[in-house]
């Protein structure tokens, strides 16, 4: 994977959907596990959701329910749908890639591509 692009962030009200998306050029990455972090202003780069090359996926528990995680391995994106979004929801959303591990790993520095981020901003 040489170069991860985001797209889709933007500000919506609460309550509202958005849908992110991330482009990988370069290489197929369909033997990749795929993330989505999150870093709010003041705090820490978090896992959002996951998916591997089995499409077996993985959520943090402040999105589950709320949130999908899908690939397209024919055209090398992968996709995050944010539905019933809060405030809370707002910081910079950021892909990343990893093909060392068996399954996606939960650590930020386990994955050693990544993307410039898009941001998301969500207004009570």
């Known amino acids: 994977v040489e170069q991860l692009v985001e797209s889709g962030g933007g500000s919506v009200q609460a309550g509202g959907s958005l849908t992110l998306s991330c482009a990988a050029a370069g290489y197929s990455y369909s033997s990749y596990c795929l993330g989505w972090f999150r870093q709010a202003p003041g705090k820490e780069r978090e896992l959002v959701a996951a998916?591997?090359?089995?499409?077996?996926?993985r959520y943090a528990d402040s999105v589950k329910g709320r949130f999908a995680v899908s690939r397209d391995n024919g055209k090398n994106l992968v996709y995050l749908q944010m539905s019933s979004l809060k405030p809370e929801d707002t910081a910079m959303y950021y892909c990343?890639?990893?093909?060392?591990?068996?399954?996606?790993?939960?650590?930020?520095?386990?994955?050693?591509?990544w993307g410039q981020g898009t941001q998301v901003t969500v207004s009570s």
């Open positions: 998916i591997d090359n089995d499409d077996n996926t």
């Open positions: 990343a890639a990893d093909d060392r591990w068996i399954g996606c790993p939960t650590v930020e520095a386990n994955f050693r591509y």
